[in-house]
C-alpha cells in the first residue's frame, strides 16, 4: 500500500493511517490512535496482518471496483 501526499510517498503502516484519516469519520479517530503507536510497531503489525490476511478474512473473491473508483486506482 502506498499514499502520496504533496508528493512525499509514504508505505505500509504510514499510507494506513493516512487512508484511515482520508476516510472520515471512526476513520479519522483510528489514524489519530495509530499516530501514537511507533512507527516500527506499526509497521510490524501491518506486516503481520498483510502476512495473515487470507487466514483472517475468510472472503475468496476478489471485489471488483465500482466504476468511478477505478480512476484512482494505479495501474
Same mark, same amino acid.
Request: hydrophobic fraction near 50%; proline fraction near 3%.
Given at each position: ?15 494506513? =493511517? ?17 499516530k ?33 473508483? =477505478? ?5
Amino acid at each position: 500500500m502506498a499514499v502520496v501526499r504533496n508528493g512525499v510517498v509514504f508505505r505500509a503502516s504510514e499510507a494506513a =493511517r493516512f487512508a484511515f484519516l482520508g476516510a472520515g469519520g471512526a476513520g479519522l479517530l483510528v489514524g489519530c490512535f495509530l499516530k501514537l503507536i511507533p512507527l516500527k510497531i506499526r509497521n510490524w503489525g501491518y506486516y503481520g496482518i498483510a502476512k495473515n490476511r487470507k487466514k483472517l478474512v475468510k472472503n475468496e473473491a476478489c471485489g471488483i471496483p465500482e466504476e468511478g473508483f =477505478r480512476e484512482k486506482l494505479l495501474a
